[in-house]
């Protein structure tokens, strides 16, 4: 019996991916590099250093930890400068509507983010207080593919795995969300979300109680 849905943050509840995206590229340049567009799906769904490992790779940069530790703190004040007078408008489209319907079913409501920004970005919104649990990089040593934050976000929920349902747009939350036997809704492109269980453009002209049933 599905008792919860725990949903991943950026790209699937709020629509900051160009956001940090933007911020790459600009610490990218800072260091003298240009980063090309086949490197943001990369990018998806892991956390800070992890991202910044692949950015400085993709650069031909090395890096002492004390100066990885300076670019992402520059990244991330970049990342917050551009959220900074966020509201209701950086939600995707349908998500305010879905979450509705979620209640209405009676389910519990997470989300399980790679972000360590995950309470400050929703605390902009009005959907803040309709997740019982936040769970982001702060809560979890490992990055996705693996499940721990999913896990933790379950934990905290006091249900299986087996009675929640992830919502990913990123592969390797996909992956993470398999890992921890959680069934999951890919958001976005079927050929990218190739494990997911669904895979759907986004959360618009659905409720919560036909993805349900689909995945029961
Ligand atoms: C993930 C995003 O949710 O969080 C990544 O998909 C991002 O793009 C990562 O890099 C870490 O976010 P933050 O806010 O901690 O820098
Ligand atoms: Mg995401």
């Known amino acids: 019996m599905i008792k919860a849905f725990i949903f991943d943050l950026d790209g699937v509840v ?66 917050l400068e551009s959220i900074a007078s966020m509201n209701d408008d950086i939600i995707l489209d349908g998500v305010k509507e879905f979450l509705i319907s979620t209640q209405k079913e009676k389910l519990k409501i997470a989300v399980g983010s790679a972000s360590g920004n995950a309470r400050k970005v929703l605390s902009k919104t009005s959907i803040y207080s309709k997740f019982d649990i936040i769970k982001d990089s702060n809560d979890a040593k ?44 890919g958001i976005g492109s079927a050929d990218i979300l190739t494990d997911a269980d669904i895979v759907m453009d986004n959360l618009t002209h659905i409720t919560a109680d036909i993805i349900v049933k689909l995945l029961s």
Not at 49 to 77: C, R, W
Request: glycine content about 8%; hydrophobic content about 40%.
């Open 14 to 79: 709020v629509d900051t991916v160009g956001y940090h995206f933007d911020s790459w590229i600009k610490l990218a340049h800072s260091l003298g590099f240009k980063l090309n567009d086949d490197i943001k799906e990369k990018l998806k769904g892991i956390n800070r250093m992890t991202s910044l490992d692949i950015v400085l790779a993709h650069g031909g940069i090395t890096a002492s930890q004390a100066e990885k530790i300076e670019y992402a703190k520059q990244k991330n004040d970049w990342y």
């Open 142 to 185: 490992h990055s996705k593919p693996h499940p721990e934050v999913f896990l933790k976000a379950a934990e905290a929920l006091s249900v299986d795995p087996s009675e929640a349902i992830i919502f990913e747009d990123s592969a390797k939350g996909v992956d993470a969300a398999k890992a921890g036997g959680f069934k999951c809704v």
